[in-house]
Nanobody, 123 residues
Framework: QVQLVESGGGLVQAGGSLRLSCAAS????????MGWFRQAPGKEREFVAT????????YYADSVKGRFTVTRDNAKNTLYLQMNSLKPEDTAVYYCAAADRFLITTTLEYDYWGQGTQVTVSS
């Protein structure tokens, strides 16, 4: 299994940028497909982005496409989410998660989760 710890959240003005990190430990990081999800107050957890084992393929939710970029550094066992042109509707707790298959956008098929990091975008 793998343990995941997110960091990098905070308060930012609309139009600003943040970079989230997800540090992994335990089982070899490169054997997992990784994903980012988010959950706003009163809403269900939703898919944001996913990246394949070596980072050659990515897939994004329409709501973040062109503004967010997911990358990974397998040598550092770390997943990243670069978030640009942030909007108030991006406000949520952001979670990283690990899965065994690519192009999964549903929470049920991700096996391991971090504790989340809060992102707040002010207008």
């Amino acid at each position: 299994q793998v343990q995941l710890v997110e960091s990098g959240g905070g308060l930012v003005q609309a139009g600003g940028s943040l970079r989230l990190s997800c540090a992994a430990s335990g089982r070899t990081f490169s054997t997992y497909v990784m994903g980012w999800f988010r959950q706003a107050p009163g809403k269900e957890r939703e898919f944001v982005a996913t990246i394949s084992w070596k980072g050659s393929r990515t897939y994004y939710a329409d709501s973040v496409k062109g503004r967010f970029t997911v990358t990974r550094d397998n040598a550092k066992n770390t997943l990243y989410l670069q978030m640009n042109s942030l909007k108030p509707e991006d406000t949520a707790v952001y979670y990283c998660a690990a899965a065994d298959r690519f192009l999964i956008t549903t929470t049920l098929e991700y096996d391991y989760w971090g504790q989340g990091t809060q992102v707040t975008v002010s207008s």
